[in-house]
């Protein structure tokens, strides 16, 4: 089954102490990329890949760090992690770094991050 | 202004209602069109891509107003599955680089 796989989904941590968010696609995919969601301000990108070892920032990439050293992995590291990083967090992948109607984006089921 | 923006609602239909969501862009130069849908909690799921020319998907109806920068999306026959949330989603980088804006969604309830 074509899926991105998120681990861990829920995950209660404290101020300083890093952590690291797995993700995990099946579908060959160039494109990943990390978001975060908070009430009212919809989903904003933090970093995204466009090939392995290929990495740039996204909208809010302060306080996280990525890593593409395989195509099928990009995890999300938080080095120090702080209250306001706490979110729901979703990767996502698609088959190209391209913008056409037909490049689809493929979600992760989210991560419920909350930093004490 | 939000570069992309919608009325959050909660839209409240009774079942078998018909129902229309609007967004609207900032960036003139965006270059495609698409409306996800998300359930409490749950990832976006890609609903439909917007074309140009309007496109149909069953019950559902996307169309693209590029001089006014806005896009709508029509639900007819609404189910009580059809509850959840309804992200406009727009890319404004190019063909060669996505960069995706995400409005802040519709929520739509569909009550028997």
Redesign the interface.
Same mark, same amino acid.
């Given at each position: 089954e074509a899926q991105v796989t998120q681990n861990p989904r829920y995950l209660i941590t404290v101020t300083g102490k890093k952590l690291t968010v797995t993700c995990s696609q099946n579908m060959n995919h160039e494109y990943m990329s990390w978001y975060r969601q908070d009430p009212g301000l919809g989903l904003r990108q933090i970093y995204y890949s466009m090939n392995v070892e290929v990495t740039d920032k996204g909208d809010v990439p302060e306080g996280y760090k990525v890593s593409r050293k395989e195509k099928r992995n990009f995890p999300l590291i938080l080095e120090s992690p702080s209250p306001n990083q706490t979110s729901l967090y979703f990767c996502a992948s698609s088959l190209s770094p391209g913008g056409n109607a037909k490049n689809i984006q493929y979600f992760g089921a989210g991560t419920r991050l909350s930093v004490l | 202004r939000k570069e !992309?923006e919608q009325d959050p609602g909660p839209f409240n239909v009774p079942e078998g209602a018909t129902v229309a969501f609007n967004c609207t862009y900032s960036n003139s130069a965006s =270059? &495609? /069109? @698409?409306w996800y849908r998300q359930d409490c909690? %749950?990832?976006? %799921?890609?609903l439909m &891509? !917007?074309?140009s020319s309007g496109n149909e998907d069953g019950r559902f109806t996307a169309q693209l107003n590029r001089a006014s920068q806005y896009i709508s999306l029509l639900i007819r026959d609404s189910k009580l599955s059809d509850s959840a949330t309804y992200?406009c989603v727009v +890319?404004q #980088? +190019?063909? #060669? /680089? =996505? %960069?995706?804006v @995400? #409005?802040? #969604?519709t929520r739509l309830l569909v009550s028997p």
């Open positions: - | !992309v =270059q &495609s /069109f @698409f909690r %749950k990832e976006p %799921k890609l &891509s !917007v074309y992200l +890319n #980088g +190019n063909t #060669g /680089f =996505q %960069k995706l @995400f #409005g802040t #969604g």
